[in-house]
């Protein structure tokens, strides 16, 4: 998970694991953290590459494929305000930060993981302000614990590669497992993870992993689970 905190390198040290965080939920077998140790070997490699070349485009046009992701986002959203859980991006992850802008200024509020134990679901703290981040597992900045927990309505949830279905590879952490979990458990929630188009792959499902309820790529908003219906009441199962 981004977040492993909210998130981990892209290239673990050389002297450390290939996935650095406790076991996933569940404690798959042997054979199966090998295929997915593999799987996200080479879900790095495309994501590192449609990230250069997403980078690599002028920034009007890099401008205009996030206001449009922005736009899908908020056609799936409730009018009146809401809180928005989002993450900060490391490495080659898709950076939420210009959607997070556009959320702000239709009226929704940001908040950001916080890391409190590592067998624990993630903390959401409303950020206000950015200079109120910290420096966190991993190097990873995460809010200063003092400002006010809140419960997300909604969470942008990084990750190495996803499907149509809603399965999820993150970091090998567990850290959403356990928070999607955690937040289900207590009303509504919507899972949207954030992606680059080459990161769209089958992906093996165990009976601990929380499906997303959609998939938000450059090109295309993915509906994931048939009960996470569109304002509208429209079909959501791919919307380009």
């Known amino acids: 998970m981004r977040s492993r905190h909210p998130a981990m390198p892209d290239t673990p040290p050389p002297d450390g694991p290939p996935d650095i965080g406790p076991p996933d939920i569940g404690q798959p077998d042997t054979a199966a953290r090998a295929g997915k140790s593999s799987l996200r070997a080479s879900l790095r490699a495309a994501r590192r590459e449609a990230h250069a070349a997403f980078t690599a485009l002028p920034a ?59 067998d624990q679901a993630l903390a959401f703290h409303r950020l206000d302000d950015p200079a109120r981040l910290i420096p966190g597992p ?21 990750l190495v590669g996803a499907d149509t279905a809603g399965h999820r590879l993150g970091q090998g952490g567990g850290y959403y497992d356990r928070t999607l979990a955690s ?15 080459a990161q769209i792959t089958p992906i093996p499902a165990e009976p601990h992993d929380q499906p997303l309820d959609a998939v938000l790529t450059p090109t295309c908003w993915i509906g994931c689970r048939p009960d996470t219906a569109r304002p509208d009441n429209e079909d959501n199962t791919l919307d380009r």
Do not use: K, N
């Open 138 to 158: 991993h190097d990873i900045a995460e809010p200063d614990p003092s400002l006010p927990v809140v419960r997300p309505a909604v969470l942008l949830v990084p």
């Open 183 to 197: 937040l289900r458990a207590t009303g509504p929630v919507l899972a949207l993870g954030l992606a680059y188009d």
């Open 60 to 118: 009007v046009t890099r401008q205009r494929i996030t206001g449009d992701m922005a736009t899908r986002l908020l056609a799936h959203l409730p009018a009146a305000p809401t809180i928005i859980a989002s993450y900060r991006a490391v490495a080659s992850e898709l950076d939420p930060a210009p959607i997070e802008a556009v959320l702000r200024d239709h009226g929704h509020s940001i908040a950001l993981p916080r890391i409190t134990r590592p």
